[in-house]
């Protein structure tokens, strides 16, 4: 993960641009790695930990339509949720995670290590759905790592 996160450090400190996060399984984890790397408040300024419904709505703008018709951990609520972030926090990148980390929450529509992550950038709003096997730390932690390979994949320098 290091080397991926040091490829997205110098990516962004050398295009002058920013990345936020907004997540909900993971629960701070994907922050916490972003900010693991040294000089990273040059381009990390803020994020969300939006774990209850309520607080995707309140602090992402996540419609509440969007929650009741699909749910949480939905492509259209990662998307969302990363659109509310990117706006919010001024960034050139928005990440988000939703999913079903364990023990309980499963269904056999959306088992235990069922994910969904969000990005936004310029131009660009997507979400991909992964399935993650193990316990609960195990899906938070290639969660993270998922997300931040997916990041690095759709890094772009700035357009002027």
Known sequence: METVLNRIAAHLLRHGQRVTCAESCTG??????????????????????????????????VRQDTLAVYGAVSSETVQEMAAGARLAAEADYALSV??????????????????????????????RKMHFAGDRNQVRDQAVAFALEWLAEHLQPEVA
């Open 28 to 61: 701070g984890l994907l922050a916490g790695a972003l900010t693991s790397v040294a000089g990273s408040s040059q381009w990390f300024e803020q994020s969300w930990v939006t774990y209850s419904n309520q607080a995707k709505m309140q602090m992402l703008g």
């Open 98 to 127: 939703s999913g079903i980390a364990g023990p309980g929450g499963g269904s056999d529509e959306k088992p235990v290590g069922t994910v969904w992550f969000g990005l936004s950038a310029d131009g660009i709003l997507l979400s």
